[in-house]
T-cell receptor, first 114, second 115 residues
Framework: AQSVSQHNHHVILSEAASLELGCNYS??????LFWYVQYPGQHLQLLLK??????LVKGIKGFEAEFIKSKFSFNLRKPSVQWSDTAEYFC????????????FGAGTRLAVHP | EPEVTQTPSHQVTQMGQEVILRCVPISNHLYFYWYRQILGQKVEFLVS????????KSEIFDDQFSVERPDGSNFTLKIRSTKLEDSAMYFC?????????????FGSGTQLSVL
């Protein structure tokens, strides 16, 4: 069965610090990978996705993620965080092709202090 | 950007009562989903719906749950007899059939509280 593991449940950073959130998945086949963000009081929004091609994916708001197939990882990065990045971040995986359910990780709460 | 809308934003009900959570997916989308997030836990898949029938459901989606697309625009989740453990944020999502067909658009959620 597919599963997603996010290593950090809570992360606290100061503004301008660099961010890396870990995500590992378990699935034997070809997958699509996603990072979603949920700002306080708002709905889930897609940050970025990987289907195929360049394993370094750039998303909105300066985020990027790197797919490392050999490590089953899809870590999210941002070189310099802002207070407005305070949110919960969810890694998700779906099996490739057609419609498919997303399997989410437990989420990482990021708090950025000014 | 188009949005998925959900109503109500908050729903409080008594245990054993029926509730209907409503969603209006993006108009040209073909696939519809319900997810839920119990406080402090993961977002969990409940059900997917395509071509007027359930395409996949999780073990959570038991006989107490049903989905319907009654009029070509709304997509509803009904819980027949709510239990305390049904208290959660319920998210509706939809996706299309184009280049971004695996991008799910989520609604803002309905917070269901079962007392």
């Amino acid at each position: 069965a597919q599963s997603v593991s996010q290593h950090n449940h809570h992360v606290i950073l100061s503004e301008a610090a660099s961010l890396e959130l870990g995500c590992n998945y378990s699935y034997g086949g070809t997958v699509n990978l996603f990072w979603y963000v949920q700002y306080p009081g708002q709905h889930l929004q897609l940050l970025l996705k990987y289907f195929s091609g360049d394993p370094l994916v750039k998303g909105i708001k300066g985020f990027e993620a790197e797919f490392i197939k050999s490590k089953f990882s899809f870590n999210l990065r941002k070189p310099s965080v802002q207070w407005s990045d305070t949110a919960e971040y969810f890694c998700a995986v779906s099996s490739s092709g057609g419609y498919n359910k997303l399997i989410f990780g437990a989420g990482t709460r990021l708090a950025v202090h000014p | 950007e188009p949005e998925v809308t959900q109503t109500p934003s908050h729903q409080v009900t008594q245990m054993g009562q029926e509730v209907i959570l409503r969603c209006v997916p993006i108009s040209n989308h073909l696939y519809f989903y319900w997810y839920r997030q119990i406080l402090g836990q993961k977002v969990e898949f409940l059900v997917s719906f395509y071509n007027n029938e359930i395409s996949e459901k999780s073990e959570i989606f038991d006989d107490q749950f049903s989905v319907e697309r009654p009029d070509g625009s709304n997509f509803t989740l009904k819980i027949r007899s709510t239990k305390l453990e049904d208290s959660a944020m319920y998210f509706c999502a939809s996706s299309g059939a184009g280049v971004d067909d695996e991008k799910l658009f989520f609604g803002s959620g309905t917070q269901l509280s079962v007392l």
